[in-house]
């Protein structure tokens, strides 16, 4: 009887324990991104008391307990979830994948147009206010140039100034440069002896003015000098092509030797081709001409195929130097060198020589040929 009213006791607590445990659970398990630790193992139901010990009954009467079945305690409200109504899809790993009806997360740079703003052009948008060299092209001026220059306050506004501009022009064209050329410095094997033959100029100066010096002659191992001359000379720019240049000629070979007042002009012909042209007036009255011009044809990277042709004119005849009127002689050559260094280039080559009209029969006059081919080998050398 004891051990019957003591189960109908307990009843109620065993019925209630399983609906406390349901309303912890806070239905987060199935969120995505929710991962929850392992729930704990339940704890063992508590064990009963010990049955107390029934002593022997005694004469006491034993109260009398109601039979009637005790009301059953109602089931405990489930706990209120303190995440319900928060819309957790925009943290960090908390993606609610599958949810509906979460609203999307607003645009911090909805409305703003920023296809003006440095490359952050979009396809198909064009910039509303065009920059650089999205401008129509115009004449305006350009700004005027900074004032403020700290070196005025120690040496002067004035003094500044004119440094200012130097350098300006100086970085301009207006620089000092020079170069020394040998177009040609070569040996040549031909009928009647062997020889040497070169051809130079130096010059110093700008790109609008310039002194220029040019030399050119020839000769025969072993005998003097057939032919040398020297010419100092003002050169000026007239465009970026040509330049026209006037001064003196002195001949120191052939005999009797000839100084010449000098203007002529050279520069760089449509085609690439280097000529010069020039007319010499001596001191004797003779008029002299000259028109000379070569092409350097590249091969490949090392080496450059120049054929050359010049040719010399008299208005008249001078006895004295040998010199017939008209066309007087002519020079034509094929060379080909190698550009290992521009600087340095070794060529070879053959050359075609041959004087006319009275020039040649007072060559003959003297014993000496008047022309023929000759094989030459040279430098082509600048610094």
Avoid: C
Avoid at 222 to 232: F, I, R, S, W
Avoid at 330 to 359: K, M, N
């Amino acid at each position: 009887m004891n051990r019957a009213l003591l189960l109908v006791g307990f009843a109620p607590l065993a019925l209630a324990a399983p609906a406390v445990g349901q309303t912890m659970d806070h239905s987060m398990h199935n969120m995505p991104g929710m991962t929850m630790p392992a729930k704990p193992a339940a704890k063992a139901a508590p064990k009963s008391k010990p049955k107390a010990t029934v002593r022997p009954a005694t004469k006491r009467k034993a109260p009398v307990r109601s039979t009637a079945p005790r009301r059953a305690q109602p089931a405990k409200t489930p706990a209120a979830d303190p995440h319900a109504g928060h819309d957790m899809s925009g943290m960090q790993g908390m993606d609610m994948g599958g949810q509906q009806g979460a609203a999307p997360a607003q645009d911090p740079h909805a409305g703003h147009d920023m296809s003006a703003m440095p490359g952050m052009a979009m396809p198909g948008n064009q910039p509303a206010v065009k920059v650089g060299t999205d401008l129509p092209p115009g004449n305006k001026p350009a700004p005027a140039p900074a004032g403020d220059h700290l070196a005025d306050r120690f040496w002067g506004a004035d003094a500044m100034a004119n440094s200012r501009e130097n350098d300006l022009r100086r970085e301009h064209g207006g620089m000092t440069v020079y170069q020394i050329l040998f177009n040609l410095a070569e040996y040549q094997a031909r009928k009647g002896g062997d020889g040497y033959r070169w051809d130079g100029e130096a010059w110093i100066g700008g790109d609008i003015n310039r002194f220029t010096l040019k030399t050119e002659g020839e000769g025969t191992f072993g005998k003097p000098l057939d032919q040398a001359e020297v010419q100092a000379l003002y050169s000026r720019a007239l465009d970026p092509y040509w330049n026209l240049q006037a001064g003196v000629r002195y001949d120191f070979k052939p005999n009797p030797s000839r100084t010449y007042a000098t203007v002529g002009i050279e520069g760089l012909a449509p085609g690439w081709f280097e000529v010069e042209g020039a007319l010499f007036l001596s001191d004797k009255g003779d008029v002299l001409g000259r028109a000379e011009g070569y092409y350097d044809q590249r091969i490949t990277n090392w080496f450059v195929l120049q054929p050359r042709v010049e040719a010399n004119f008299s208005a008249q005849d001078v006895p004295e130097t040998g010199t017939g009127s008209g066309l007087t002689d002519l020079e034509a050559g094929l060379r080909l060198r190698y550009e290992g260094r521009r600087e340095f280039a070794p060529y070879i080559g053959v050359s075609w020589e041959r004087q006319f009209g009275d020039t040649a029969r007072f060559t003959r006059a003297r014993g000496d040929n008047t022309g023929g081919f000759s094989f030459v080998a040279g430098v082509r050398t600048w610094f």
